[in-house]
Antibody
Framework: EVQLVESGGGLVQPGGSLRLSCAASGFTFSTYSMNWVRQAPGKGLEWVSYISSSSSSIYYADSVKGRFTISRDNAKNALFLQMNSLRAEDTAVYFC???????WGQGTLVTVSS | DIVMTQTPLSLSVTPGQPASISCKSSQSLLHSDGKTYLYWYLQKPGQSPQLLIYEVSSRFSGVPDRFSGSGSGTDFTLKISRVEAEDVGVYYCMQGIHLLTFGGGTKVEIK
């Protein structure tokens, strides 16, 4: 069974940092590209970042470019999102999604507030 | 950037009746590999999105056959042949030809 389990969310002050993790199992993680997608409270889905299977290609949405860093560890079947200089508008549930969003985790809530 | 436009914003459907959702992309989603990277998802209340349809018309594993997808190029449609109570939620289309972009969502409720 495919599983993606996010962790690392929480309450952080504006300007602060968080590191999200996504643990993958049930599929050959090292052969899949991965994405982070977020959903602000009561809003739709917004793509955040992409990383290819070998980490050779990485992309970011304009809204997070220069502040967020995506990475992965294929040996540990893990995906990461380092989030710095957080803003109130980054408040959302963050999902990791495998491949072209075939598989989704349950999400982890990030709240940026003073 | 590719823009995905969904209509309608919401639907109220009597159980057993059909429903249809439209999705239009600002650019063709037909890739040079011959595949069209258009996907449909359902997000039930309090849950993460679940894949229903991939590459326009292929149902994902376990998806009931009352769900069907059609279209080509820039115009796509999701149809539910007979809506059931468990189909309530927000439906999203998504393009996957260049990174990911989602439509704004269509909320489906039962009358």
């Amino acid at each position: 069974e495919v599983q993606l389990v996010e962790s690392g969310g929480g309450l952080v002050q504006p300007g602060g940092s968080l590191r999200l993790s996504c643990a993958a199992s049930g599929f050959t993680f090292s052969t899949y590209s991965m994405n982070w997608v977020r959903q602000a409270p009561g809003k739709g889905l917004e793509w955040v970042s992409y990383i290819s299977s070998s980490s050779s290609s990485i992309y970011y949405a304009d809204s997070v470019k220069g502040r967020f860093t995506i990475s992965r560890d294929n040996a540990k079947n893990a995906l990461f999102l380092q989030m710095n200089s957080l803003r109130a508008e980054d408040t959302a549930v963050y999902f990791c999604a495998g491949g072209r969003a075939l598989y989704w985790g349950q999400g982890t809530l990030v709240t940026v507030s003073s | 950037d590719i823009v995905m436009t969904q209509t309608p914003l919401s639907l109220s459907v009597t159980p057993g009746q059909p429903a249809s959702i439209s999705c239009k992309s600002s650019q063709s989603l037909l890739h040079s590999d011959g595949k069209t990277y258009l996907y449909w998802y359902l997000q039930k209340p309090g849950q993460s999105p679940q894949l229903l349809i991939y590459e326009v018309s292929s149902r994902f594993s376990g998806v009931p056959d009352r769900f069907s997808g059609s279209g080509s190029g820039t115009d796509f449609t999701l149809k539910i042949s007979r809506v059931e109570a468990e189909d309530v939620g927000v439906y999203y289309c998504m393009q996957g030809i260049h990174l990911l972009t989602f439509g704004g969502g269509t909320k489906v409720e039962i009358k």
